[in-house]
Nanobody
Framework: QVQLVESGGGLVQAGGSLRLSCAAS????????MGWYRQAPGKQRELVAT???????NYADPVKGRFTISRDNAKNTVFLQMNSLEIEDTAVYYC???????????????WGQGTQVTVSS
């Protein structure tokens, strides 16, 4: 069984910063990409940022220059540093990992439960 546990969400004023963390645990053989997605009320879940095991990063246009994704491969943990937060960043943020549990299994996509980020004016 695989678990992804997020932490670090909360309430912050516009212009402020938050740092999200997500730790993957359980039966894990290897992790390919890890990333963050978000879902605002009434909207579909969207990509925020991803990082591969060799450090390749990808960001959604709305967060480029403000958010930074990083990863600790030894601890199966991914982070999202969010600076210059805007009201439009308010959403539930979900951690995602593309991993295989066993050597001869294919890669599957796993999700955390989500953490609320609320940006106020």
């Amino acid at each position: 069984q695989v678990q992804l546990v997020e932490s670090g969400g909360g309430l912050v004023q516009a212009g402020g910063s938050l740092r999200l963390s997500c730790a993957a645990s359980g039966s894990i053989f290897s992790i390919n990409a890890m990333g963050w997605y978000r879902q605002a009320p009434g909207k579909q879940r969207e990509l925020v940022a991803t990082v591969t095991s060799d450090g390749m990063r990808n960001y959604a246009d709305p967060v480029k220059g403000r958010f930074t994704i990083s990863r600790d491969n030894a601890k199966n943990t991914v982070f999202l540093q969010m600076n210059s937060l805007e009201i439009e960043d308010t959403a539930v943020y979900y951690c995602n990992a593309v991993l295989k549990r066993f050597r001869f299994e294919g890669y599957g996509s796993y999700w955390g439960q989500g953490t609320q980020v609320t940006v106020s004016s």
